[in-house]
């Protein structure tokens, strides 16, 4: 699969807006400010496909990218517990994201994104559980790896995938990865390729 090839199809702000449930795509979650944005679009070598942005309102809704083979995506989650948003709008999320991940048959993985120095907050929690009780499988990438020594990043590293193993099984893989060094990115396509493609 090309990354590169991701286009924007549309984006959604309830369930029925989603393109037809056909085909095959792999979501990414996180919480805001994780990186997400900055992962997408390393991934796709865009600058600007999913807006880096804090804004509010911008990451409301779920966006879904087309790949250069048919009736395979990528969808970009709205990012969870932005601080400065009113509780009903939090809420609203919350709906929205339940109501795709409980009802889409065509999401064959979720990439959950952590900042590595801030691993496991409780909507990691609820994704790992999420995960669990629907044996939907489970990447975690831990970027912003630049920020810690090698040392530290391993070490963390090792911690997560013991415990997540733990948790899921064979239904989780942990990796790290940084936007800024571009350090990660193959293991991450291996791991969609290895999702998407039949
Ligand atoms: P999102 O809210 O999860 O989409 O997070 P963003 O992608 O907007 O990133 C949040 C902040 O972290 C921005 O200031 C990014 O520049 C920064 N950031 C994201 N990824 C990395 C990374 O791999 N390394 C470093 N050093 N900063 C990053």
Redesign the pocket.
Same mark, same amino acid.
């Given at each position: 699969i090309h990354y590169s090839s991701a286009r924007f199809n549309t984006s959604a702000s309830k369930l029925s807006q989603c393109p037809a449930d056909e085909g095959a795509e792999v979501a990414f979650a #996180?919480r805001?400010?994780? #990186? %997400? &944005? &900055? +992962?997408i679009n390393t991934l796709t070598q865009h600058t600007q496909l +999913?807006r !880096?942005?804090?804004t509010p309102g911008r990451t409301q809704l779920i966006n879904f990218f087309d790949l250069n083979i048919e009736g395979l995506r990528l969808v970009d989650l709205p #990012?969870y517990g932005y601080a400065k948003v009113p509780i009903a709008l939090k809420q609203h999320w919350q709906k929205h994201l339940d109501a795709y991940l409980q009802h889409r048959q065509c999401l064959r993985g979720v990439v959950l !994104?952590m900042d590595i120095r801030h691993p496991m907050k409780e909507f990691d929690e609820m994704m790992v559980q999420w995960c669990q009780s629907t044996g939907v499988p489970l990447h975690v990438l831990l $970027? %912003? $790896?630049?920020?810690l020594k090698r040392g530290p990043a391993q070490s963390t590293l090792l911690q997560i995938r013991k415990s997540l193993k733990a948790a899921l099984g064979d239904l989780v893989s942990v990796q790290t990865?940084?936007?800024?060094k571009k350090t990660g990115v193959d293991q991450l396509k291996e791991r969609l390729d290895a999702w998407l493609l039949p």
């Open positions: #996180g805001s400010n994780a #990186g %997400k &944005s &900055s +992962a +999913a !880096v942005s804090k #990012g !994104v $970027t %912003k $790896t630049d920020k990865f940084s936007a800024l």
